[in-house]
Structure formats: structure tokens, C-alpha cells
């Protein structure tokens, strides 16, 4: 039976006739690099958790399937999730669900804390680079995990971690996270320097002060945890997904729509309205709303390059290169954080998209238009940026394998409907 679902799922395509604004109002959902990390952290509480704002995207059902497996009962009705991790029993996680995402790598440090041991596998998701997990396996083990590496599995123990000073080489997302969960444990303080300043990692520390943990300095490239303190589930809301809206506004950016959007803290889209005002937008930001009026045309902005937060996202840079594009200029991208991010470029040349390659700086002559065409997401952002391209293009775009797409967005094509796309989803 679930051959047969995966199937069809992979057959799935968008069908976008382009050329239509995207106009309205809309509500962003609660964000996915903010809920799974949390989703996983709820295994430290032992305890029954409610989190409002989970968004409904198939990277969550991984998660909740893996607390599952691990004996937690989850329950999930539309945003909203119940985690009851009191009945914890297991630590290995299964490699079939590895694979899936990268995210699986954050239980790594909420089963060191609950139990002194983890066993995983390398994590999947998306190909848009090596990914390797060197730094998380480096700063776990100055915290006194031991790491083993056996038949393609991962065996972290430690049952007596001691708390000390840790130097990412690399503000990592995902390792900062995984060090905050895993010093929780830890006998005494830590303290993460040169950590990743993204939001979401504010909202990690957030709902695990709410749990009754210490951490602060979450935002900052210094985060300071202090270890076993005793903590309890609680009820928490997961902040606004800011690569959601920025994909949004992007729409309405374009196709010379306008957009009113509300749900997250603006703060998070400073560098991307940065430069969707230097491309000819007009833009009005509020703390918790953004105004937005695209052009007719877009202008090339010159030069972008992606970087850690508050730099530009690297979760932005596909569909902001899919808008320009189409934009009067030319524009140097340059993709500073993952080395294999520009194949949904690639797939823009169909479209009619004068785009020239090398290595990781993208040169972009702006077309006066694109026309659709048939042609393939290969990862999640990737595949946003191709829908972006077909509400742009003149005719018809067929975007296919739209499972990337839905990794992490909800209800992606009714959205755009909603507010004025062509769009349909078929098998
Ligand atoms: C997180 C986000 C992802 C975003 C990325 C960068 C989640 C669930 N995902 O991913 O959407 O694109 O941040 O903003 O929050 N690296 C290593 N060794 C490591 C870890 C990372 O070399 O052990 C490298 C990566 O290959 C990459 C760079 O560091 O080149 C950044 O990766 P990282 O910040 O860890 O990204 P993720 O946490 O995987």
C-alpha cells in the first residue's frame, strides 16, 4: 500500500499558466527549521508538550514518525501537535527515516540528554551540497560524547557529559542546535562560541526556557546553557516561517502583484527587502507586517551573495535568482553556503533564463520574458523557485516531482490560488 501511495506522490506535478499577479493577503505558517528542531527537543522534557503553529509539511510527519518510533505518542491535528514524550524507550533511529531528512540529525543530542546514548545513521535531504556532520560529531565529543562509526551507523554514548567551552568552526545551524540540546545534560555550563544567529535557534531556546532550561544568548554567536536543571513539558507556539514569506513576497514581487503578509517578526526579512527595494519594489515593513508592490519589471540588483543570518538566507538565493531572471540587468549571484545550489538555474534555461555558471558564482542576464516550459524540482527551494518562474512565464509550466516542494511547504498551490495564481496540482 505505501508503494503504491509513493507512486503517485512521485507523478504529482504542478500545472502553472503564468502571468498572473499574485495579490491578497496572507498568513504564513509556523516555520519548519524552527519546528523540527523543537519537535525533537521535546524528547529532553519527558513530558506531554502542545505546540500551536506546526506547520503541516511532509518533513513534520517525519519527525512525529520518528518520536513515534522512538515510543513518544504524537497527535496532530491541522497546526496544532501534541508530543507526549513520557514513554521514551528507545534511542536508535531508524536509518529508513534517517535518510529522509537532514533533519534527523537533531535527536542526536535530546537522546544523549534523556539517555545517554544515540544511534543514528548519516542524515538525508536535500542534495544541495556535501552536508557533512563533522562539526556536530566534534563538538559533542568536547562536551565527552563518544563517537563510534560502524556498519554506516553512528553510536554516540555519554552518560556523563561535562559542560566546557566550544568553538564551531562554522556557524552551524544545526550544530549549534544539536550542542544546545546536548548540553542540557551536562553537568555545569556550557558555552557555544561562534554559533549560528539565526532566529529559529531563538525560538529553540525559547521553548526550552519555557521547559524550565537556562539558555541564553540564542541570536548571538555566544549561547551560554547551563546544564541539568530539571525540566517539564510545556505548551509553546512556533514562531512564523520567514523563508515561507520571503517565497511570498517574492511571488507578489515578480509577477507585479501586492501583498499584504502577517504571521512572523518582520525583523527576520530585513536583507531580503533590502534588496527587493534595490530590484524596483516598493515596500512598507511593520514589526509584525510587510507591504509590498512589485514593478512591472524588475531590475537586476548587481551583485548578491548568500551568508549566516543576518546575511542573505541561502534558502532565499533559488527563488531570488529565478526572479531575476526576468529582470532588466544583470546580476552576480554568489552561493556562499551550499557548494550545489544552483541546479534549479539549470532547469530556468528551459524557460528561456540566460544564465552562465562557475562553481559557485551564477551570472544572470535578465530575459525580457520567460516562456514555460516542462521541467524538475530537485530540491525544496529549488523547486519554490521553479513555481516562482512559471507565475512569471508567458504559457504553460509543468513543475514535476513537487515532493521536494512539499517538504516544507503547506498547501503550496492552494495558497497561490487563493491569491490569483493558475496553478493546479495533477498526477
Ligand atoms: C539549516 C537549515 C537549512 C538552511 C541551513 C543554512 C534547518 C532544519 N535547516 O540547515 O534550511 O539552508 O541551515 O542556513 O534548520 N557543515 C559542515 N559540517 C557540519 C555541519 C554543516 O561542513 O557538521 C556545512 C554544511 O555542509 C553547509 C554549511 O556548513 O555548507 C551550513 O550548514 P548548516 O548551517 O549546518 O545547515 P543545516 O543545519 O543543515
Redesign the pocket.
Known amino acids: 500500500m505505501e508503494y503504491v501511495s509513493e507512486v503517485f506522490f512521485e507523478l504529482e506535478s504542478y500545472h502553472i499558466r503564468g502571468g498572473n499577479p499574485i495579490r491578497g493577503e496572507y498568513r504564513v505558517n509556523g516555520a519548519?527549521?524552527a519546528a523540527?528542531?523543537i519537535l525533537a527537543a521535546s524528547i529532553v522534557t519527558g513530558g506531554e508538550n502542545l505546540f500551536d503553529g506546526c506547520p503541516c509539511i511532509s518533513d513534520v510527519a517525519v519527525m512525529r514518525e520518528i518520536l513515534e518510533t522512538l515510543g513518544c505518542k504524537v497527535r496532530q491535528d491541522k497546526g496544532q501537535v501534541l508530543a507526549d514524550t513520557s514513554g521514551l524507550s528507545d534511542w536508535q533511529v531508524e536509518k529508513r527515516l534517517m535518510e529522509k531528512m537532514?533533519?534527523s540529525?537533531?535527536l542526536v543530542g535530546p537522546l544523549l540528554t534523556r539517555c545517554g546514548r544515540a544511534i543514528v545513521s548519516q542524515p538525508g535531504?536535500c542534495a544541495?551540497?556535501?552536508?557533512?556532520?563533522?562539526?556536530?560529531?566534534k563538538a559533542l565529543s568536547q562536551l565527552g560524547a563518544e563517537i563510534e562509526e560502524k556498519d554506516g551507523q553512528l553510536i554516540f554514548s555519554g552518560s556523563d557529559l561535562r559542560g566546557t567551552n566550544i568553538v564551531l568552526d562554522?556557524?552551524?545551524?544545526?550544530?549549534t542546535?544539536n550542542v544546545m540540546m546536548a548540553a542540557l545534560g551536562a553537568k555545569g555550563e556550557t558555552v557555544i562560541h561562534n554559533g549560528?544567529k539565526?532566529p529559529?535557534i531563538i525560538d529553540l531556546q525559547n521553548y526550552l526556557n519555557s521547559c524550565g532550561a537556562k539558555i541564553k544568548g540564542a541570536g548571538t554567536s555566544r549561547i551560554v546553557i547551563k546544564g541539568r536543571q530539571r525540566l517539564h513539558g510545556s505548551s509553546y507556539e512556533i514562531m512564523g516561517d520567514r523563508?515561507e514569506a520571503g517565497t511570498f513576497l517574492m511571488a507578489a514581487a515578480g509577477t507585479g502583484g501586492e501583498l499584504v503578509l502577517r504571521g512572523l517578526e518582520t525583523d527576520s526579512l530585513k536583507c531580503l527587502i533590502r534588496f527587493l527595494r534595490y530590484a524596483g519594489c516598493r515596500v512598507r515593513r511593520k514589526p509584525r507586517e510587510v507591504w509590498l508592490r512589485g514593478p512591472g519589471r524588475l531590475y537586476a540588483v548587481e551583485k548578491l551573495q548568500t551568508g549566516?543570518?543576518p546575511e542573505f538566507?541561502?534558502?532565499l538565493q533559488p527563488q531570488f535568482s529565478a526572479l531575476m531572471t526576468a529582470a532588466a540587468g544583470r546580476t552576480q549571484i554568489e552561493e556562499r553556503?551550499?557548494?550545489n545550489r544552483f541546479k534549479s538555474l539549470r532547469e530556468l534555461t528551459k524557460m528561456g533564463a540566460d544564465i552562465e555558471i562557475f562553481q559557485r558564482i551564477a551570472i544572470i542576464k535578465g530575459a525580457e520574458c520567460l516562456k514555460g516550459a516542462p521541467v524538475s524540482a530537485e530540491d525544496l527551494?529549488g523547486g519554490a523557485a521553479l513555481v516562482l518562474a512559471g507565475l512569471m512565464a508567458q504559457g504553460e509550466t509543468i513543475v514535476e516531482n513537487i515532493k521536494f516542494i512539499e517538504r516544507g511547504y503547506c498547501d503550496f498551490h492552494k495558497e497561490l490560488k487563493k491569491l490569483g495564481a493558475d496553478i493546479d496540482r495533477c498526477i
Open positions: 519548519k527549521n523540527l528542531p537532514r533533519s540529525i537533531f535531504g544541495i551540497g556535501k552536508r557533512p556532520v563533522d562539526i556536530h560529531k562554522f556557524p552551524s545551524v544545526g550544530a542546535e549560528a539565526e529559529e523563508i549566516p543570518y538566507p541561502t534558502d553556503i551550499f557548494e527551494r
